[in-house]
């Protein structure tokens, strides 16, 4: 994986552009029960514009659950979320406009099963943005194109690779025009020789500028695509740095004890 991810996403000029004091994603004192499971405790972030933020961490730490806070697919209890300066709203109708700024990508690909590869990525622009049939497809011929699937834009999802599949899944997320691209695991689902070609689209997708906060165990794309990893366990961030400051520095034992059993 390290080799095709290409170092000249970090050292690129986009990325600092964002400031501290003005994030595109700001999660700020939040926590998260399921019942009586405190799943999220106190979390704090910020992303910037262009930043690609890693997050990793043991499996059950809320890594998942703080991904679907942000895309307001899990209510949160305390706390608040803001998207470009936007508190998230827990209930109402600005929830999908809203939902529509941050698109998300998950382990599983979720492709309509019984739609062609191009109404997967046209029909929630025709819905939510309320464009034309024509302008859906010419934009997603064109994403699609990006993706490297537009040859196969008139078949099924099954029809399709697993990888292709995801890369399809990345182009319907960018058809919202999102303005921040969250990433589940999208890899963990994927045969290995499959792995590498969606790790390629993410990283142009970086190198292009776009926001990104990727939850994923391939430590390649970390150390060479991301600005910042963020380290989780049990509900908490634990460390954060950059991925020289993590990787090379480990601080917490909790943090290289993982490394220890992934790498
Ligand atoms: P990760 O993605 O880091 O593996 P998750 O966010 O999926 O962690 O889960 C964090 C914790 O919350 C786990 O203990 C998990 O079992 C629990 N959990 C996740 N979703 C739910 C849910 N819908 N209801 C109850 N518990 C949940
Ligand atoms: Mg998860």
Redesign the pocket.
Same mark, same amino acid.
């Given at each position: 994986t390290e080799s095709s991810v290409s170092a000249a996403v970090k050292s690129g000029d986009s990325k600092a552009a964002g400031h501290a004091d003005n994030p595109l994603v700001e999660v700020s004192h939040v926590d998260k029960y399921f019942g009586d499971l405190h799943v999220l405790k106190d979390i704090n972030l910020k992303v910037t514009k262009g930043e690609v933020l890693v997050i990793i961490g043991p !499996?059950g730490s809320g890594? !998942?659950t703080l991904c679907r806070t942000i895309n307001r697919l899990e209510a949160i209890d305390s706390g608040v979320i803001r998207i470009d300066g936007e508190p998230l709203p827990q209930e109402g109708k600005d929830l999908t406009r809203l939902r529509a700024e941050v698109g998300m990508v998950f382990?599983s690909f979720n492709l309509f099963a019984h739609k062609s590869i191009l109404d997967n990525v046209t029909l929630a622009p025709r819905k939510v943005r309320r464009i034309s049939k024509d302008q859906a497809d010419k934009e997603a011929m064109e994403l699609l194109a990006r993706v490297g699937v537009d040859s196969q834009a008139k078949k099924l999802p099954a029809q399709l690779s697993g990888g292709q599949q995801q890369r399809v899944a990345i182009a319907r997320s960018l058809a919202m025009h999102p303005k921040v691209m969250l990433f589940?695991?999208p890899t963990s689902a994927l045969d290995p020789e499959m792995i590498n070609e969606v790790l390629d689209v993410m990283v142009d997708l970086a190198k292009e500028g776009m926001t990104m906060i990727v939850?994923t165990h391939e430590m390649g794309f970390a150390r060479q695509a991301a600005n910042r990893v963020v380290f989780m366990a049990d509900g908490e961030i634990l460390e954060e740095g950059t991925p020289e400051e993590f990787f090379e520095h480990t601080k917490t034992e909790r943090a290289k004890d993982f490394l220890g059993k992934i790498l």
């Open positions: !499996s890594k !998942s382990q589940d695991e939850v």
